[in-house]
């Protein structure tokens, strides 16, 4: 079994934080080599509204 909806998304949510645009192969990759069958799932995820509310930075 690949990786679970929970780590997918929180793998979204950390690329989500990084300076720069992704692309979603890139949230598939990151749990697993075998990624190509986890597409449809990241995208459903990465589609769906957020379950958990991201942390807010401390202002600098």
Same mark, same amino acid.
């Given at each position: 079994?690949? $990786? *679970?909806?929970?780590?997918?998304? #929180? ?9 720069? *645009?992704?692309? $979603? ?5 990151? /749990?697993? *080599? #075998?990624?190509? /069958? &986890?597409? $449809?799932?990241?995208?459903? &995820?990465?589609?769906?509204? !957020? ?6 930075? *401390? $202002? !600098?």
């Amino acid at each position: 079994m690949g $990786p *679970s909806d929970e780590a997918i998304a #929180d793998t979204l949510l950390r690329l989500t934080d990084a300076p720069r *645009s992704f692309c $979603p192969h890139e949230a598939a990759r990151a /749990p697993s *080599s #075998d990624w190509p /069958p &986890l597409m $449809p799932r990241v995208r459903a &995820l990465a589609a769906a509204p !957020p379950t958990a509310t991201k942390r807010r930075r *401390s $202002p !600098p």
